[in-house]
Structure formats: structure tokens, C-alpha cells
């Protein structure tokens, strides 16, 4: 539901306004269902939804991917070093613009910019793993049952 409903607002064009009103419900949604604890889960739908609006605005706005990231990070309990991958992001908004000039190549921004933060978001759930901080929660850390395969204690 994230990606359909981010897919669904950037797609969104003057022809195309229903794409914005069904992104805009589609994405808080897919942030109500991910696994973790409520608090992250309510604190981050609408400010991400105002990036994701702010998106339309063309390839000076890729910087607002980090945002998006930094959400998934916070949200799937991410320890700290991992926040360390927000680099990667804002490093491509800033040579971005270097290649996207006009507004109709904002296929290749959505494009670019969406594989640099999904490789950003295994790179981070790689140092979550492999360094398997004590910053992480705590109570949903030690759990045996756990899809990521975390280290037994």
C-alpha cells in the first residue's frame, strides 16, 4: 500500500486527480498496518503524505525521498548506525538535477530515486543485522520467531 499509494501521487498529473485522492488514503494506510510499535506507526503518515505532495514539484524535490526513508527507518526499528544510508538519497538529489532538466523526465527522477532508497533500506536492514545494536527495541529484538533471521542470544 506505501508504494502503490507514493506511486499514485507522483503519477498524479492535472488529468489525473483521483490518482492523488486514492495515494493520499492508500499511504497512511500502509503505514497503520506495518509491524511496529503504535507510536511510530501514528507518528509518521501525514508528515511523510506532505513530502510525498511535495514530490510533484519535479527533480529539485528528490531530497524528500530521505524523508520517506528516514520514516521506514524509524518505523521498522532501525538502530541508529543504519540512519546512516540517508546519505545516499540526499547525495542523488543533488546530482539529480544534473541530469533531469525538464519536468517530463520526472519518470526518470521517480525512477532513480525510488531504487537508490529501496537499496538504502536493505543496506540498512544489513547494519541492523550484522551489527544488531543495542539501540534496537528492546522486547521485539529478542523475539525467536523473528522472518529477518536475527542472531540467537
Not at 40 to 58: D, E
Not at 97 to 114: A, C, K, N
Not at 120 to 148: C, E, G, M, P, Y
Request: glycine share 8%.
Amino acid at each position: 500500500m506505501l508504494v502503490v499509494g507514493t506511486a499514485c501521487v507522483l503519477g498524479t498529473t492535472t488529468y489525473s486527480l483521483p490518482l492523488l485522492l486514492i495515494g493520499s488514503l492508500m499511504q497512511p494506510a500502509g503505514w497503520a498496518v506495518l509491524p511496529s510499535t503504535i507510536g511510530r506507526r501514528v507518528a509518521v503518515p501525514l508528515p511523510v503524505l506532505g513530502f510525498t505532495w511535495l514530490m510533484l514539484g519535479g527533480s529539485g524535490f528528490a531530497w524528500c525521498y530521505a524523508i520517506i526513508l528516514a520514516a521506514w527507518l524509524l518505523v521498522r526499528l532501525r538502530p541508529l548506525p543504519s540512519f546512516a544510508v540517508l546519505l545516499l538519497p540526499i547525495a542523488w538529489s543533488i546530482l539529480l538535477p544534473l541530469f533531469v532538466h525538464d519536468y517530463q523526465e520526472g519518470w526518470v527522477t521517480i525512477l532513480t530515486s525510488t531504487l537508490v532508497i529501496v537499496g538504502a533500506a536493505w543496506l540498512a536492514k544489513w547494519i541492523a543485522l550484522r551489527f544488531d545494536s543495542w539501540q534496537s527495541v528492546r522486547t521485539l529484538r529478542k523475539q525467536h520467531n523473528r522472518v529477518d533471521g536475527a542472531r540467537p542470544s
